[in-house]
């Protein structure tokens, strides 16, 4: 765990002062609960959890729940108004820009969220919704709306969003 914060901390241009870094954080201690089997110690950490949670979320405008699945070197370029699902995954090397939502398109599946590659660029605003596939090395236009498969080595704009090869 210790690693993966300090990859995270490498990862952002802003250092120690990134509110990106900060939510990665709690995000890091939060998700490593899932892994403990003493039932006491899980509740209260569940309990620190919300508590650290919330106020990542009052402070950064960054929500990250511990279910999320992120990768290594997650880079938060700009905080505020970015919304994780708590089934998404982001693969490693990737860049997440302010106003990003990664969502579901309803609550009859709540396990229909994105799934991000590596190395892939997610511009400001963009909304990446539904059970989705995002190819690596692929970037996602500012205010994208995305909600069909993205293919590795493209580029999605528009809303709905179009993709274009990079090659």
Not at 131 to 144: E, Q, R, S, T
């Amino acid at each position: 765990m210790v690693s993966r914060i300090v990859e995270d901390y490498r990862a952002q241009q802003e250092g120690i002062l990134s509110q990106g870094f900060w939510a990665l954080l709690v995000y890091r201690f939060s998700h490593r609960r899932l892994a403990c089997r003493i039932p006491v110690i899980r509740q209260l950490w569940y309990v620190l959890n919300r508590i650290l949670g919330k106020w990542i979320e009052i402070i950064t405008g960054i929500m990250i729940p511990e279910s999320a699945t992120i990768g290594r070197r997650l880079r938060i370029e700009h905080f505020g108004s970015i919304i994780i699902h708590g089934a998404s995954v982001i693969g490693d090397d990737c860049v997440i820009r302010q106003g990003v939502t990664l969502g579901i398109k309803d609550t009859t599946d709540l396990a229909a969220a994105p799934h991000i590659g590596n190395h892939v660029d997610i511009g400001a605003g963009a909304k990446i919704i539904g059970k989705v596939a995002i190819g690596d090395h692929a970037v996602i236009g500012a205010n994208a709306v995305v909600i069909r498969d993205v293919p590795p080595m493209s580029i999605a704009v528009g809303v709905p969003a179009i993709v274009k090869s990079r090659r």
